[in-house]
Nanobody, 117 residues
Framework: QVQLVESGGGLVQPGGSLRLSCAAS????????MGWHRQAPGKQRELVAT???????NYVDSVKGRFTISRDNAKNMMFLQMNSLKPEDTAVYYC???????????WGQGTQVTVSS
């Protein structure tokens, strides 16, 4: 399994933007599923966005039109571009990678995103 490290979190005002990065320790060329979860204080972890190796993407309704997930297999990286951020986007964001449906996912350690004025 690859090791994952997130970066790019921080404090941003409502309406602002952040770009999260997820760096993998090895090749992601053969990893079918990658994505981002988030967990806000006192709430369950929520699946935010996924990207399949062929390029198909899916988003939770609350971020559609604002967030964009992408991956760069050549650089072993995945990204989450977050625009028009809202206070309710405040959470710890975790990236994951799952080789296939029969394999357990790898997780990063999380990066804090805080949206506040």
């Amino acid at each position: 399994q690859v090791q994952l490290v997130e970066s790019g979190g921080g404090l941003v005002q409502p309406g602002g933007s952040l770009r999260l990065s997820c760096a993998a320790s090895g090749s992601i060329l053969n990893i079918a599923y990658m994505g981002w979860h988030r967990q806000a204080p006192g709430k369950q972890r929520e699946l935010v966005a996924t990207i399949i190796n062929g390029g198909n993407t899916n988003y939770v309704d609350s971020v559609k039109g604002r967030f964009t997930i992408s991956r760069d297999n050549a650089k072993n990286m995945m990204f989450l571009q977050m625009n028009s951020l809202k206070p309710e986007d405040t959470a710890v964001y975790y990236c994951f990678a799952r080789k296939d449906i029969a394999t357990l996912p790898s997780w990063g350690q999380g990066t804090q995103v805080t949206v506040s004025s």
